[in-house]
C-alpha cells in the first residue's frame, strides 16, 4: 500500500473479502486478482505482482488524463 501512494499520489483504500480473497479495484474495475489454486493458496502463494498492479493504476490514471 505504501508503493501506491508513494508512486501514484493516492490512498489505498482495504476492504474485508472472503477467506483467501486479494482482489485489486480501481473505480470499480477489477485490474489484479489472487490466482493459483488450492496448493498455492494453502503456502501463501497466488498474489499478484505488486510492480505490475502499480504500474497498471499509473497506465489508467495516465489513460484518463485530459
Do not use: C, H
Not at 477467506?19 to 496448493?39: P, S, Y
Amino acid at each position: 500500500m505504501a508503493l501506491i501512494k508513494q508512486r501514484v499520489g493516492i490512498e489505498p483504500v482495504l476492504t474485508p473479502g472472503g477467506t483467501g480473497q486479494f482482489d485489486v479495484l480501481v473505480d470499480g474495475k477489477k485490474i489484479a486478482a489472487r490466482g493459483g489454486n488450492f496448493i498455492t493458496r494453502k503456502f501463501g502463494a497466488g498474489y499478484p505482482d505488486l510492480n505490475g498492479i502499480v504500474n497498471e493504476i499509473e497506465e489508467l490514471r495516465a489513460s484518463r488524463q485530459p
